[in-house]
Structure formats: structure tokens, C-alpha cells
């Protein structure tokens, strides 16, 4: 496991766009609340790449990724929105390079891709954590402060779910394990490959957005099938946003859908956690311990160990 240097008041933090561009005048507005903040900011050649869908070719964001990684001046990456792409930039990333220059990686989204690809090649704990594009309609104070103590290194670090969006006990218990997890899309994809996620005695967490109920039942028994969620020793659903149901409907709730397929494992599950492609986003850092505390009175996750150094 390696440990990115943590980040201080006043840090460089470079952004990119590995996956889709970010129209000009969001990464404008957003990259000023970080300036706000009292952040200097280093804007990457892929923020200001267009082709197509994409934030410029495979190799332009592969290399832009890769020279943010390698500037001395940068102490922080923090993606500027997800979308796709991230599966035609990985084959051309050099882990090597990145191994030797740890940084503060964060994205969430599309970026699972490149989460899971660089700690699970590299050892670098990378962070599913909030991008610009969550900031696009103002700044959202709790995921600031969780952004902050998390990258910070404060500790204990406890993770408690806003009042605003309250935490679904469907199994209580508590359990420990490196945490995993990601997109729930972007996770399926890519079983079979050299990039699969190893999830074995984690705390998984899953999210997903602009699905259709039966894609999310489909999606969640493939993994079912695969093997990967009977080894895990917790799940936690974020927070599943704009789901979407056909005429004919499909008849069961996101919970019902996660308890029809997992509800038999001894392990304990929560569902509306913070994290994904909603308003409120936590920062979790990947591979590192936690502790889920799926506690009906007081649902928490805990890190066990400062993902900085």
C-alpha cells in the first residue's frame, strides 16, 4: 500500500479531464470555489481538449494524466468529471511513472476505472471522492469537509450520512475490511479483465446513475454470479440516482432488488450511503481498512488507518 503525500491549505491541485470534457464555463465557476478555499490551480491540456465526447484521444488524456502525476508542482489530481473514455486511456497509462510520483488521485463515475486500475497495479491508494462537476450548482459544505479531513489525513475519521439523506439499514452488523467499490457499471464491465476488481473480505460500496431498475438487477446478480460479492464482508449502496422503471413495471424497489440478490449473505448491508453521482458525496480512499458500523441508530463508516502520509 502506498500513501499519496497528504494535502495542505494552500496545495497545487492539478485537474484533469481523463474521460469527457467539462464545459468552459462549469470549469470556470468550479475551479474558482476551489480558489475560494485558498487552492492554487493547475489546469491540465485535457480541460481544454474537445473530440467528440471525449476530453481529446486516448493518448492526449493518458499523457496529460501522466504529467500531472510526474509535475513537481502539483500536490493533488482531482478529475474535473467522469462520463466515458477511461477504458481506451488505461492500456497507455504508465503505472510505472505514476508508482514513482504518488499523488492524491480523485474522481468518482467513469474515474472508477482508474481508481481501481491504479491501486490494484500500483498499490497507490486513489480516492472515489467529489469532482467539479459536483459542484456545478455551488459549493456543498459536507463534502468540502469530508474531502478535506480525508486528504488532510485527520483522524479518527468517522463518516456519518447527512440528515438530509438518511442511511437504509437492510442487514445490521458491523464488519471490517479494505474498502472497494466504485460504479457499479463500470465494475461489471470490466470482469474478465486484466483490471477486474479483487474485492475479496472487503467493505464493498456500489452506485450507479440513469438506470433502469431491471439493468440494476441485472447488473447486481452478474456480479452475484461471478463469485465476487461472496467473498466480501460488508455492501454499501450509495446513493442510486434517477433510477428509472419501465411502462410495464419491474416491481421492486433498489433495496428489494439488493436483498432479493444479496440478502443471503451473513454480512451487513446499507443502501443510501453518500457517495456516487448525488448532491452529498464522502471521500473514500480504495484498500484502505474500515470499519461499517450498520448500526439502525447511528450508521457509520470508520477508517481504520490515514490514507496520507
Same mark, same amino acid.
Given at each position: 500500500?502506498? /500513501?499519496?503525500?497528504?494535502?495542505?491549505?494552500?496545495?497545487?491541485?492539478?485537474?484533469?479531464?481523463?474521460?469527457?470534457?467539462? @464545459?468552459?464555463?462549469?470549469?470556470?465557476?468550479?475551479?474558482?470555489?476551489?480558489?475560494?478555499?485558498?487552492?492554487?490551480?493547475?489546469?491540465?491540456?485535457?480541460?481544454?481538449? /474537445? &473530440?467528440?465526447?471525449?476530453?481529446?484521444?486516448? *493518448?492526449?488524456?493518458?499523457?496529460?494524466?501522466?504529467?500531472?502525476?510526474?509535475?513537481?508542482?502539483?500536490? +493533488?489530481?482531482?478529475? +474535473?468529471?467522469?462520463?466515458?473514455?477511461?477504458?481506451?486511456?488505461?492500456?497507455?497509462?504508465?503505472?510505472?511513472?505514476?508508482?514513482?510520483?504518488? =499523488?492524491?488521485?480523485?474522481? !468518482?463515475?467513469?474515474?472508477?476505472? $482508474?481508481?481501481?486500475?491504479?491501486?490494484?497495479?500500483?498499490?497507490? #491508494?486513489?480516492? %472515489?471522492?467529489?469532482?467539479?462537476?459536483?459542484?456545478?450548482?455551488?459549493?456543498?459544505?459536507?463534502?468540502? *469537509?469530508?474531502? *478535506?479531513?480525508?486528504?488532510?489525513?485527520?483522524?479518527?475519521?468517522?463518516?456519518?450520512?447527512?440528515?438530509?439523506?438518511?442511511? /437504509?439499514?437492510?442487514?445490521?452488523?458491523?464488519?471490517?475490511?479494505?474498502?472497494?467499490?466504485?460504479?457499479?457499471?463500470? #465494475?461489471?464491465?470490466?470482469?474478465?479483465? @486484466?483490471?477486474?476488481?479483487?474485492?475479496?473480505?472487503?467493505?464493498?460500496?456500489?452506485?450507479?446513475?440513469? @438506470?433502469?431498475?431491471?439493468?440494476?438487477?441485472?447488473?447486481? $446478480? %452478474?456480479?452475484?454470479?461471478?463469485?465476487? &460479492?461472496?467473498?466480501?464482508?460488508?455492501?454499501?449502496?450509495? *446513493?442510486?440516482?434517477?433510477?428509472?422503471?419501465?411502462?410495464?413495471?419491474?416491481?421492486?424497489?433498489?433495496?428489494?432488488?439488493?436483498?432479493?440478490?444479496?440478502?443471503?449473505?451473513?454480512?451487513?448491508?446499507?443502501?443510501?450511503?453518500?457517495?456516487? %453521482?448525488? =448532491? !452529498?458525496?464522502?471521500?473514500?480512499?480504495?484498500?484502505?481498512?474500515?470499519?461499517?458500523?450498520?448500526?439502525?441508530?447511528?450508521?457509520?463508516?470508520?477508517?481504520?488507518?490515514?490514507?496520507?502520509?
Amino acid at each position: 500500500m502506498i /500513501k499519496p503525500p497528504r494535502l495542505h491549505p494552500g496545495d497545487t491541485i492539478g485537474i484533469v479531464c481523463p474521460s469527457r470534457w467539462l @464545459e468552459s464555463g462549469v470549469l470556470s465557476r468550479t475551479v474558482d470555489l476551489f480558489r475560494a478555499r485558498g487552492y492554487k490551480i493547475k489546469l491540465g491540456e485535457s480541460t481544454r481538449l /474537445k &473530440l467528440n465526447q471525449y476530453a481529446g484521444s486516448p *493518448e492526449q488524456r493518458a499523457r496529460d494524466l501522466e504529467t500531472m502525476f510526474t509535475d513537481p508542482d502539483v500536490n +493533488a489530481i482531482i478529475c +474535473a468529471r467522469g462520463g466515458y473514455g477511461a477504458n481506451r486511456v488505461l492500456p497507455l497509462l504508465n503505472y510505472q511513472a505514476i508508482a514513482q510520483h504518488p =499523488k492524491i488521485f480523485v474522481g !468518482y463515475s467513469d474515474i472508477t476505472a $482508474y481508481l481501481i486500475s491504479i491501486t490494484q497495479r500500483t498499490g497507490l #491508494i486513489t480516492f %472515489h471522492g467529489p469532482m467539479l462537476i459536483t459542484f456545478k450548482a455551488g459549493p456543498i459544505d459536507y463534502n468540502f *469537509e469530508y474531502l *478535506e479531513k480525508t486528504l488532510f489525513g485527520h483522524t479518527p475519521l468517522i463518516i456519518k450520512p447527512p440528515s438530509e439523506l438518511p442511511v /437504509k439499514i437492510l442487514k445490521p452488523g458491523m464488519a471490517e475490511g479494505p474498502l472497494w467499490g466504485g460504479n457499479l457499471t463500470l #465494475i461489471t464491465d470490466r470482469l474478465a479483465t @486484466e483490471d477486474q476488481l479483487l474485492a475479496t473480505d472487503s467493505i464493498l460500496f456500489l452506485e450507479d446513475v440513469h @438506470e433502469y431498475l431491471y439493468g440494476f438487477d441485472r447488473l447486481l $446478480y %452478474h456480479l452475484r454470479r461471478t463469485g465476487i &460479492l461472496d467473498g466480501i464482508k460488508g455492501l454499501i449502496i450509495g *446513493e442510486m440516482t434517477d433510477m428509472k422503471d419501465n411502462k410495464v413495471p419491474f416491481g421492486k424497489t433498489v433495496d428489494e432488488i439488493v436483498m432479493d440478490v444479496c440478502g443471503d449473505l451473513d454480512i451487513p448491508i446499507i443502501s443510501n450511503f453518500p457517495c456516487g %453521482h448525488g =448532491k !452529498y458525496q464522502v471521500t473514500l480512499p480504495l484498500s484502505v481498512p474500515v470499519r461499517l458500523n450498520a448500526d439502525p441508530a447511528v450508521p457509520t463508516l470508520e477508517l481504520l488507518a490515514v490514507p496520507v502520509q
